[in-house]
């Protein structure tokens, strides 16, 4: 056989693109309130509790009962891409890919989306008429998942703790609630007897290993989450944040939340398209962009769960 067959091999390329492992786009839309903005911010207004007065005499005078207004303001963000394909990019790999590039364009900006969202349900919101004020998460809203005197990954306590801080504020029932961890947080959480027995919930955990909603909360898996950044100390035995022995520092910031304790502020939903630039040697650019900023409504809506890291 002549040796210099070789020149004659077949070679196969695929008329596919495959898009490698990634988040296919936002996560936590769903799970927040959404209001369009228009202009570079907007104030929200917040109506709290009132009490009421006991009328002790007849023909008394009407009292005049303050009720409480508080505002909270998003701000937007500014969020672009784009990439551009040559003609010869074209010819040269035998495939079109503008329509996998609007894919990976758009997935992006839902990436970023949940990092505004996460960012907002942790960092310290907007306050007063004027914008001019600030509310950070305070320690009363945080707790560590604790296990056998230490730090822990997130367990079922913690879940419990977690939803006893929100029902104590009397937030309504009725409004859906949600935890978004990591996959290491998901699969400790899945170890425990409760999350997976059929006495306990539902056999989807048992079967495919997916947890949808337990102690009221409505699990959204995703790998974004901050970690705590300085000294924190908790308690080890109760989890409680501010005081013990115990320093979250490195730890994972799992958020669990009611739904509009959250605020995303829409000023442009992602919006994409595709164009020629003559400017480019007529290559085909693929751009997308959006503006939105997210806050945290209420604190009492919003619990910081700290948990081991991997």
């Known amino acids: 056989m002549s040796t210099q067959i070789t020149t004659a091999f077949v070679q196969q390329y695929g008329s596919n693109v495959f898009h490698l492992a990634q988040q296919k786009g936002s996560r936590l839309r769903g799970g927040v309130r959404t209001e369009m903005v228009v202009g570079k911010s907007r104030y929200f207004d917040r109506i709290g509790a009132a009490t009421a007065q006991k009328r002790t005499s007849r023909h008394a005078d009407t009292p005049q009962i303050d009720t409480p207004h508080s505002r909270r303001r998003v701000d937007l963000e500014s969020f672009e891409y784009a990439d551009l394909i040559d003609d010869q990019d074209k010819i040269r790999t035998l495939i079109d890919p503008t329509n996998d590039y609007v894919l990976a364009a758009v997935w992006a900006l839902g990436r970023s989306m949940d990092d505004e969202i996460i960012a907002a349900h942790g960092g310290t919101a907007v306050t007063g008429e004027t914008g001019s004020g600030s509310q950070s998460l305070g320690n009363a809203q945080k707790l560590a998942s604790v296990s056998g005197g230490a730090g822990s990954k997130l367990n079922v306590q913690a879940l419990r703790r977690a939803k006893k801080i929100i029902d104590a504020s009397d937030v309504d029932p009725s409004i859906p609630r949600y935890c978004s961890p990591s996959a290491e947080q998901m699969e400790n959480l899945l170890s425990e007897t409760e999350t997976t027995s059929s006495d306990y919930n539902s056999v989807k955990a048992l079967v495919q290993g997916e947890l949808d909603t337990f102690l009221g909360f409505k699990f959204i898996r995703q790998e974004r989450n901050l970690v705590q950044s300085g000294s924190l100390s908790f308690n080890q035995t109760s989890g409680a944040v501010g005081s013990g022995s ?9 958020p669990a939340w009611a739904h509009d304790g959250m605020l995303l502020g829409l000023g ?43």
């Open 268 to 310: 442009k939903d992602i919006n994409a398209r595709i164009s020629e630039r003559d400017d480019k040697s007529y290559a085909t650019q693929v751009y997308a962009c959006m503006d939105l900023g997210a806050v945290r409504m209420e604190e009492e809506k919003c619990v910081q769960i700290l948990c081991v890291p991997s």
């Open 246 to 254: 115990g320093d979250a520092d490195t730890y994972e910031k799992v």
